[in-house]
């Protein structure tokens, strides 16, 4: 059964008064193209106003001054691109970036967040390949990854990996990238969220079921968030939410441990429904942008406590 809460599904990870950017995580982001650019920049800029420690954009070489240029705290990293998208050879240098071509090598990121303006092109399609195999990493996948993911059927049919073969993978996706992923019309809630469950249970991967209210959906377990408003149906709220999760998902708490996919999944939509509220009492719902999401984050430890 759903579960509704009125507060934070848990408690955000305090910190030690020793801790150091490591401790809260290597974040790298993956996207953007021409005329995308925003996409990316929400989602990074996000990671960094939900607390990680170090935020790294990997984007086409055609587009990084632009990503660059949003904030001066992001470092940016240059990949093939081929008119503005990624190139064929981007998965290949993404995958250097990370520490190598095995599945299972040593990653110089603890987290990565793939998917926000990157099309669908063929350089995007190797770089989502090459992510969802990389199982000793947490990821998240929204946005183009999804549409990538569902165009070549990769979670479904007998050929599908298993969980063992995944690792912890995070799901973003919208009502219409949902459809694509699972075949279930964007106009059927209910059917959507059974359908995510049953890819969930299959897969141990965690979904994120965006709409009014978000459900997560984790392997035999549902959780419904009791945060955000209408005025949060607007370009580019999702990347926001992308790069909160993966900010999640890199950070220590005080016993060492990282957060898990459903812990930052769940923790993660409460907070960027809270923020969300923040700017609709500040802007209106009618007058809301993504970047209003993203400034109600700035009022910290004061979102995170009973609405």
Not at 50 to 64: F, K, N, S, Y
Not at 75 to 89: E, I, R
Not at 199 to 228: A, C, E, F, M
Request: aromatic share 4%; with cysteine.
């Amino acid at each position: 059964m759903s579960e509704l809460r009125t507060g934070p599904p848990i408690d955000l990870p305090p910190r030690r008064p020793d801790a150091h950017k490591g401790d809260f995580g290597r974040c790298l982001l993956v996207g953007g193209s021409r005329g995308m650019a925003g996409s990316i920049a929400l989602s990074s800029i996000a990671a960094l106003r939900m607390g990680a420690g170090l935020v790294t954009v990997a984007v086409p070489d055609a587009c990084l001054e632009t990503v660059a240029a949003f904030h001066p705290c992001l470092m940016t990293v240059p990949l093939s691109d081929h008119q503005g998208v990624f190139g064929d050879a981007a998965a290949t240098e993404l995958i250097e970036r990370l520490g190598g071509g095995s599945s299972t090598a040593e990653n110089r990121f603890d987290v990565v967040a793939c998917g926000p303006g990157m099309t669908t092109a063929a350089g995007s399609v190797r770089i989502v390949d090459r992510l969802l195999r990389r199982r000793s990493l947490p990821r998240v996948f929204d946005a183009d990854a999804i549409n990538v993911i569902a165009g070549q059927g990769w979670l479904g049919g007998d050929d599908a990996p298993s969980r063992e073969e995944l690792g912890p993978v995070v799901l973003t996706p919208h009502p219409g990238e949902l459809q694509r992923l699972t075949g279930v019309p964007a106009s059927d809630r209910g059917a959507q969220i059974e359908a995510a469950s049953e890819l969930s249970r299959r897969t141990g991967i965690v979904i994120v079921v965006k709409g009014g209210p978000t459900v997560v959906v984790g392997d035999h377990q549902r959780w419904t968030n009791t945060t955000g408003n209408p005025g949060m149906a607007t370009a580019g709220s999702g990347d926001v939410l992308t790069g909160i999760v993966a900010s999640l998902l890199g950070q220590k708490g005080e016993d060492g441990n990282r957060m898990s996919p459903w812990d930052a999944a769940r923790l993660g939509v409460y907070l960027h429904g809270r923020a969300g509220d923040v700017a609709a009492d500040r802007c209106g719902q009618a007058f809301m942008l993504a970047s209003d999401v993203l400034e109600g984050l700035r009022f910290g430890e004061s979102i995170v406590g009973q609405q």
